[in-house]
């Protein structure tokens, strides 16, 4: 069973920075290093919605709302995924959680039906 812990929300003044990490367990065998890992975030009241992915070969994608602010990262030797968020804005405020894809590559989508492994979100306030 694939286990994954995220870290590092908090709250934060608009314009600030935070940076997440998600900690994958160490599945023999079928390491979360192989897939597609990506954030997801979900405010109250909204659906949950992609944020940042990263595939097994590098590839990245973005929503637009967080290009040019966001930078996505992951450390294979280390099966973690990161998220570093600058120039934080009020509407990034959200639970975020990290997810692994049902397969090694991520698309151009955000499908939450393809993910088949969610953290159980770590909460990200920013502050006007």
């Known amino acids: 069973q694939v286990q994954l812990a995220e870290s590092g929300g908090g709250s934060v003044q608009a314009g600030g920075s935070l940076r997440l990490s998600c900690a994958a367990s160490?599945?023999?065998?079928?390491?979360?290093?192989?897939?597609?890992m990506a954030w997801f975030r979900q405010a109250p009241g909204k659906e949950r919605e992609g944020v940042a992915s990263?595939?097994?070969?590098?590839?990245?994608n973005y929503a637009d709302s967080v290009k040019g602010r966001f930078i996505i990262s992951r450390d294979n030797a280390k099966n973690s995924l990161y998220l570093q968020m600058n120039s934080l804005k009020s509407e990034d405020t959200a639970m975020y959680y990290c997810?692994?894809?049902?397969?090694?590559?991520?698309?151009?989508?955000?499908?939450?039906?393809?993910?088949?492994?969610w953290g159980q979100g770590t909460q990200v306030t920013v502050s006007s």
């Open positions: 997810a692994r894809r049902i397969s090694y590559f991520c698309g151009g989508d955000f499908d939450t039906s393809t993910y088949d492994y």
């Open positions: 160490r599945d023999t065998g079928d390491p979360s290093s192989r897939y597609c």
């Open positions: 990263i595939g097994r070969e590098g590839r990245i």
